[in-house]
């Protein structure tokens, strides 16, 4: 759920933590990438996120004009994801974020078969 005291503040910053500022949103927006996907691709992609918060979080994406939602009327309703202009421009910033986290990151890497759960975390998408 987003924060509007955030989003209501007179710091851009501030502003834009609250636009992008919970854990989900730039890991949606890292696994979009330049790619549209559907709804069960990003379910399967991003790991440990139920599907109830994919769908709130993909709604404030889409809210914020991060991302397109593609409706297409046909049977089986079909609807893609896509990042806007506006998504596709925070994109450098990630990759800043994932060069400074290489830079300084102390912690060890798991392996994949260290994982215990269904649904195993990827590398870095796209």
């Not at 996120?49 to 994919?54: A, E, G, P, Q, Y």
């Not at 990042?83 to 450098?92: C, N, Q, R, V």
Request: glycine residues 4%; charged residues 30%.
């Amino acid at each position: 759920m987003k924060d509007e005291r955030f989003c209501n503040s007179n710091c851009p910053f501030t502003r834009a933590i609250g636009t992008i500022g919970n854990k989900w949103k730039p890991i949606i927006i890292n696994v979009l990438g330049t790619r549209t996907l559907r709804f069960g691709q990003l379910d399967a992609i991003v790991p440990h996120i139920s599907r109830k918060v994919l769908t709130e979080q993909l709604k404030e994406l889409e809210e914020d004009g991060l991302l397109e939602r593609l409706a297409f009327k046909e049977l089986p309703p079909r609807v893609d994801y896509k990042l806007s202009e506006k998504g596709l421009a925070f994109l450098p910033i990630l990759e800043n974020i994932k060069e400074w986290n290489l830079k300084y990151e102390v912690a060890l890497i798991p392996k994949a078969t260290d994982y215990k759960w269904s649904k195993l975390p990827t590398d870095c998408l796209p």
